[in-house]
């Protein structure tokens, strides 16, 4: 396993860390799935995976649980990095208690990293950064992280906070290389960590055939998956970090062994180079937003800004975030073609609330006559 350092801290973190997502919950708990998520978590560990990445929303509190199950006896070989809500905890008082009970399910004295999930520009920073500061002078937090953070966010967090924002979490992969615009440049000027959430793409790194044929000669000339080829790009970036989930066993060893190899720079050069997904404009009322099996959904604005289904972040507050970082992250539609022949779009169903949440997110801030960015699969 490589090591880096945590942004410009002396905290060596492994660079593929492990994502504690899809455990359920207290309502939904199924014992042998928990005990086999720790085992996994742990058998990652002892392969020099020794960062795990959870949240307060995971499971509702059930992943910090089971995290804490699987780090007890051996906290200090783990670098333990959670979040929490800013949607739910939005005064001080209120952060200082999300973090009381994320170390107690944690069932640790101190969190290594603490990260702000996504950024709410509904609350002022000021008593969000009085929280952070003062977990951190009591010990409880030892670093303090952001997450789907745009840089004008991340800078402000930065006058504000004196001791440093070490880390923005965001999606990255060979699908979504926007970070590659702005906070890739950004975070590593400035020795900032990025986080690459969904590695891997949640396990479906869909992309053109040439750029998958080249991916896969590569793959073949390392002798090794198509996986490990994807993570090992993309931490061979400086400041990377990637955080996978993986919960089958062989998946957990390939991700650990994903490092034990060097790509030539040439190579890396053509994977930066094929592997650019085009983003195309797409007319809202080309979408269709059926959902797969039966999970919550909206049918207008109306319904998106009452939220029901408490989606979070809800469509309002990503909304709002849209407006004011003046850029968008691309939607991800599968194409069809209707019984007339017409060339038409479905949310991507692997992902259906996230696309969701996005799809009404810029619905509610430019209404239904401005194209939305996509990358669009067949
Ligand atoms: N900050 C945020 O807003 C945010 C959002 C999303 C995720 N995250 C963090 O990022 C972590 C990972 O995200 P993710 O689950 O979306 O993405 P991911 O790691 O890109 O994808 C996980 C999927 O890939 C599969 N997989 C894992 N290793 C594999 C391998 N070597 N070969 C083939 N398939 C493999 C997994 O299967 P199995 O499970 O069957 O092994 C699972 O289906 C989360 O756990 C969480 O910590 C953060």
Redesign the pocket.
């Known amino acids: 396993m490589l090591y880096k350092n945590l942004g410009s801290t002396n905290l060596k973190i492994s660079v593929i860390g492990q994502?504690?997502?899809?455990v359920g919950s207290y309502a939904w708990y199924d014992d042998d799935k928990a005990k086999e998520r720790i085992r996994g978590w742990r058998i990652g560990i002892e392969m020099g995976m020794n960062f795990i990445?959870?949240a307060d929303l995971y499971g509702g509190g059930l992943s910090e649980e089971l995290v804490g199950q699987a780090i007890k006896g051996i906290r200090e070989k783990v670098v333990v990095a959670t979040?929490f809500n800013p949607q739910g905890n939005d005064t001080s008082s209120a952060i200082l208690a999300a973090a009381e009970g994320s170390l107690r399910r944690l069932d640790t004295d101190h969190i290594d990293l603490y990260q702000i999930?996504?950024p709410n520009p509904l609350i002022p920073i000021e008593p969000v950064v009085a929280a952070l500061t003062q977990l951190v002078s009591d010990g409880k937090v030892r670093y303090v992280g952001v997450?789907?953070f745009s840089i004008d966010d991340l800078r402000e967090m930065q006058n504000f906070f004196p001791p440093g924002i070490v880390s923005n979490?965001v999606?990255y992969?060979l699908i979504d290389r926007s970070p590659e615009n702005e906070t890739l440049p950004y975070c590593q000027q400035k020795s900032i960590s990025v986080l690459a959430?969904?590695?891997?793409?949640?396990?479906k790194l869909s992309l053109d055939s040439y750029a998958l044929q080249c991916l896969k000669v590569l793959a073949e000339k390392y002798q090794k998956?198509f996986?490990?080829l994807a993570l090992r790009w993309l931490v061979s970036k400086s400041q990377v970090i990637a955080?996978?989930?993986?919960?089958?066993m062989q998946?957990i060893k390939?991700?650990a062994e994903s490092t034990d190899f060097v790509i030539d720079p040439d190579d890396l050069a053509i994977i930066d180079k094929f592997a650019m997904p085009e983003v195309v404009y797409i007319p809202i009322d080309r979408i269709s937003i059926n959902s797969p099996d039966g999970r919550p959904t909206y049918a207008s604005i109306e319904e998106a800004l009452k939220n029901a289904a408490d989606l979070i972040p809800s469509p309002e507050l990503l909304a709002q975030d849209l407006v004011k970082r003046k850029s968008a992250k691309p939607i991800q539609l599968i194409s069809y073609n209707d019984p007339q022949g017409r060339y038409l779009y479905k949310l991507d169903p692997y992902d259906f609330l996230g696309q969701l949440r996005k799809y009404w997110a810029w619905v509610i801030a430019y209404g239904r006559e401005k194209p939305i960015p996509a990358l669009a699969k067949e």
Do not use: M, R, V, W
């Open positions: 994502g504690a997502t899809h990445d959870t979040k999930h996504f997450s789907n979490q999606e992969n959430y969904s590695p891997l793409g949640q396990g998956s996986f490990q955080i996978t989930k993986a919960a089958n998946h390939e991700n």
